[in-house]
Nanobody, 124 residues
Framework: QAQLVESGGGLVQAGGSLRLSCAAS????????MGWFRQVPGKEREFVAT????????RYSDSVKGRFTISRDNAKNTMYLQMNSLKPEDTAVYYC?????????????????WGQGTQVTVSS
């Protein structure tokens, strides 16, 4: 199993950028697909982006497509989410996730490993 630790959240103005990082440790050998999800109070956890082991396969939610870029550096056991052109509606707690398997699901229930979450706040 993998342990995931997120960093990079903060407060930015609309139109600004943030880069989130998710460092994986522990038993990561079979942790292939990873992803980012976000959640606001009172709402269900929402899919943001997911990425395959090689980085060749990615998926994005329509709301972030063209603005966010997911990537990973397996040599560093780290996944990233580059967030550009941020909007107030991007405000949420962002979670990184991993799963033992190669398929890049968009369903949060398909991911077994989760980070602690990092707050992203986008002001007008």
């Amino acid at each position: 199993q993998a342990q995931l630790v997120e960093s990079g959240g903060g407060l930015v103005q609309a139109g600004g950028s943030l880069r989130l990082s998710c460092a994986a440790s522990g038993r990561t050998f079979s942790t292939e697909a990873m992803g980012w999800f976000r959640q606001v109070p009172g709402k269900e956890r929402e899919f943001v982006a997911t990425i395959s082991w090689s980085g060749a396969g990615t998926r994005y939610s329509d709301s972030v497509k063209g603005r966010f870029t997911i990537s990973r550096d397996n040599a560093k056991n780290t996944m990233y989410l580059q967030m550009n052109s941020l909007k107030p509606e991007d405000t949420a707690v962002y979670y990184c996730a991993g799963r033992d398997g190669s398929y890049i699901y968009t369903d949060s229930k398909s991911y077994a490993y989760w980070g602690q979450g990092t707050q992203v706040t986008v002001s007008s």
